[in-house]
C-alpha cells in the first residue's frame, strides 16, 4: 500500500477549499432557503415543514461554507425531465426544465449582484479569486463559482450548448437519475442516446468538461471513447468500498486517472457504507463519520500512486441532510476536519492541499482559457 509520508504532516491551520458539486440554486429555489441567512435561522424556518425529508437537517449557508473556508466550488443548475408514468420527481416538458433552469441562473445573478458570489470563467477570473482566499480570507469575501449542469434533459437541443457556455457554463453531466434524453443515468441502464452523441460533440468544439457522474457503465465507456476533450467526475465514490452502479469501478477510476482527471468524494451515508437500506439505516447506525470520505479519498490515491486526482464533491445538501451524512458532520465547515485525517494517515500539507483544493485548480486552470 502507497503510504504518503513525505514531508511534514499539516497543522490545524484552515485551508483553502474547493468543493466540486454543490447544488446551491436547487437550494435556493426548490427548497426555498435564503442562504444568505444563518444556518440556525434557515433550520428555524423550517422547523415545522414536511414536504421533503431533509426540511431543518440543512448544513449549507453562504457563512457556513466561508467559515470552513469554501471559498470555491462547482454550483449546479439541475432539472429533470420526467416523460408520463415517471416515478421520478422532475418536470413534465424540457422546455419546463430549461426555464427553471433560467430560473437557478438569475438567482446566481442576483448572489452575484448582492456580493455573495463570483463566477469563474477563465484562468484570469481563477487566479485572481484564489489569491484573494489564500492571501486575506474575510467573513465577507465573495465565493467563487463554476457553473456546472447536473443532467443534460432541460437542454432543449445540443445546440443550446453554445448559449449556456455564454452565460458561463463549464461542464455537463450528461445524466442523473433513470432515463435521461441524452444518457441513462443511475437505476437505469444502457448507453448513449443518439442526442448525447450530438452534445458530447458540441462540448467538445467549446472545450467544456465532461462530468462522467451519474452514467451508467455503458455510457461511461462510450462517453470516454467518443470524447477526447477534459472530463472529471464532481462527485462519485468508489464501488470496491461501496458496492453499486452508483459508485465508479476500480477500472473506471483508473481510466480517469489515465484522461487526467479529478475524482470528488461526495458526503451522501449510502455512498459511504456498503449496506445502508433506505428508511431503516441512519448515520447514527451505521456510525458513518467524516472518516469513511477520507476512506475513498485513500482508495483514489491508492489506484492512482499519487493525490492528483482526489477530491472533494460533496453533494451536501444535494437533497439530504444531517438525515443521511456523515454523523459528526453538523455543517459544512465540517469538512475542514478532512485536513487533520488525512495528516494522521500520513499525508503530507502539500498532499492536502492538492486534494482540498489544489487538484481542482490545477485542472480548471489547465481547461479554461
Known amino acids: 500500500m502507497l503510504r504518503f509520508t513525505h514531508g511534514p504532516a499539516t497543522g490545524s491551520t484552515a485551508m483553502l477549499i474547493c468543493d466540486g458539486h454543490l447544488d446551491l440554486a436547487m437550494n435556493a429555489l426548490e427548497w426555498n432557503r435564503d442562504l444568505t441567512r444563518s444556518l440556525d435561522e434557515v433550520r ?7 414536504d421533503k425529508p431533509d426540511r431543518g437537517q440543512n448544513v449549507l449557508t453562504f457563512g ?3 467559515t470552513g473556508q469554501i471559498g470555491l466550488c462547482v454550483a449546479t443548475q439541475i432539472a429533470r425531465y420526467v416523460e408520463p408514468g415517471s416515478s421520478l420527481p422532475g418536470w413534465n416538458s424540457p422546455d419546463i426544465a430549461w426555464a427553471v433552469t433560467q430560473g437557478q441562473l438569475a438567482w446566481y445573478r442576483a ?5 455573495h458570489l ?3 470563467v477563465d484562468r484570469d477570473s481563477l487566479t485572481r479569486h484564489v489569491a484573494l482566499w489564500q492571501d486575506a480570507p474575510s467573513d465577507h469575501a465573495p465565493i467563487g463559482y463554476i457553473l ?3 443532467g443534460a434533459d432541460s437542454l432543449l437541443s445540443p445546440a443550446h450548448v453554445e448559449r449556456a457556455y455564454g452565460y458561463g457554463l463549464r461542464a455537463i453531466g450528461p445524466a442523473h437519475y433513470g432515463p435521461g434524453r441524452y444518457a441513462p443515468g443511475t437505476g437505469a441502464s444502457g448507453g448513449l442516446a443518439p442526442l448525447g452523441r450530438d452534445l458530447l460533440r458540441q462540448m467538445r468544439q467549446l472545450n467544456m468538461i465532461l462530468d462522467c457522474t451519474h452514467l451508467t457503465d455503458e455510457a461511461f465507456w462510450e462517453a470516454l471513447e467518443l470524447f477526447d476533450g477534459p472530463v472529471w467526475a464532481s462527485h462519485n465514490n468508489c464501488r470496491a468500498l461501496v458496492p453499486g452502479s452508483r459508485q465508479f469501478s476500480d477500472d473506471q477510476i483508473r481510466a480517469l486517472i489515465a484522461r487526467d482527471a479529478v475524482i470528488g468524494v461526495a458526503c451522501d451515508a449510502w455512498m459511504l457504507y456498503p449496506n445502508w437500506i433506505p428508511g431503516t439505516t441512519t448515520p447514527a447506525s451505521a456510525d458513518v463519520r467524516i472518516e469513511h470520505c477520507a476512506d475513498h479519498i485513500d482508495h483514489i490515491c491508492q489506484l492512482s500512486g499519487n493525490t492528483r486526482h482526489s477530491a472533494i464533491g460533496s453533494d451536501l445538501d444535494g437533497g439530504y441532510g444531517r438525515e443521511q451524512c456523515p454523523r459528526d458532520l453538523d455543517s459544512i465547515a465540517d469538512l475542514q476536519r478532512l485536513a487533520g485525517i488525512l495528516a494522521q494517515r500520513g499525508y503530507n500539507q502539500a498532499d492536502v492541499e492538492s486534494i482540498l483544493h489544489g487538484n481542482w485548480v490545477r485542472q480548471l486552470m489547465k481547461i479554461l482559457s
Open 64 to 66: 457556513e461554507m466561508r
Open 118 to 120: 463570483v463566477q469563474i
Open 44 to 50: 428555524q424556518r423550517e422547523r415545522n415543514l414536511t
Open 148 to 150: 456546472s449542469l447536473e
Open 111 to 115: 448572489m452575484e449582484d448582492a456580493g
